[in-house]
């Protein structure tokens, strides 16, 4: 089945700072790469997504890349704060379910 | 938030009974899905749905029974529970399923002793 390995698995930062997160993937058939965030003991929740007709797109300070010929994407945080600090899933559609990568733990350290 | 909901958020339970999860949404979403989530593996789908009577296998099934009678509801039953099922649980739901954000809901925590 597809797979979506995600790097780093954790991440130290400080504040300022920026992080980044990238993921690849091996099912050329997927359309749709979205990000979640996931505070200590919350849900997850998308804070980002992209579709494959788009490189590139921004909101404030997060951004997420697409490289659909090399299958990879990636997270870009810029101006880190320590709201920042969660844990971080890339994800991809496969069929009608998505797919995560194992997650990322980003500390933001002031 | 209170779109979709879990019940119960925490349960222990003994090796070999049967636990039933519940998820409950009112969007009227058509896809559900449930997912489990543990240290180092990130978020595995185990079972979903695309609507009512249908549903099909993730990657993590063996163990678990899904029904999905009503558009609303979708159950997660472990039949016999053993302590590798010790995980936290995520509901989510789509509009459609493809392309779109899935919601969470607050997870249930299972342990399994």
């Known amino acids: 089945g597809e797979n979506v390995e995600q790097h780093p698995s954790t991440l130290s930062v400080q504040e300022g700072d920026s992080a980044v997160i990238k993921c690849t993937y091996s099912?050329?058939?997927?359309?749709?790469f979205p990000w979640y965030k996931q505070e200590l003991g919350k849900r997850p929740q998308l804070i980002i997504d992209?579709?494959?007709?788009?490189g590139e797109k921004k909101d404030q300070r997060i951004a997420v890349t697409l490289n659909k010929t090399a299958k990879h994407f990636s997270l870009h945080i810029t101006e880190t704060q320590p709201e920042d600090s969660a844990v971080y899933f890339c994800?991809?559609?496969?069929?009608?379910?998505?797919?995560f990568g194992k997650g990322t733990t980003l500390s933001v350290s002031s | 938030d209170a779109g979709i909901t879990q019940s119960p958020r925490y349960k222990i339970t003994e090796t070999g009974r049967q636990v039933t999860l519940m998820c409950h949404q009112t969007?009227?979403?058509?896809?559900m899905f449930w997912y489990r989530q543990d240290l180092g593996h990130g978020l595995r789908l185990i079972y979903y749905?695309?609507?009512?009577?249908?549903?099909d296998k993730g990657e993590v099934p063996d163990g678990y029974v899904v029904s999905r009678s009503k558009t609303e509801n979708f159950p997660l039953t472990l039949e016999s529970a053993t302590r590798s099922q010790t995980s936290v649980y995520f509901c989510?739901?789509?509009?459609?399923?493809?392309?779109?954000?899935?919601?969470f809901g607050q997870g249930t925590r299972l342990t399994v002793v």
């Open positions: 994800a991809l559609q496969a069929g009608t379910a998505l797919i």
């Open positions: 992209i579709r494959s007709n788009v």
């Open positions: 099912d050329s058939a997927s359309n749709y």
């Open positions: 989510a739901s789509s509009v459609i399923g493809e392309n779109t954000e899935a919601f």
């Open positions: 749905s695309a609507a009512a009577d249908i549903t």
């Open positions: 969007w009227s979403h058509s896809y």
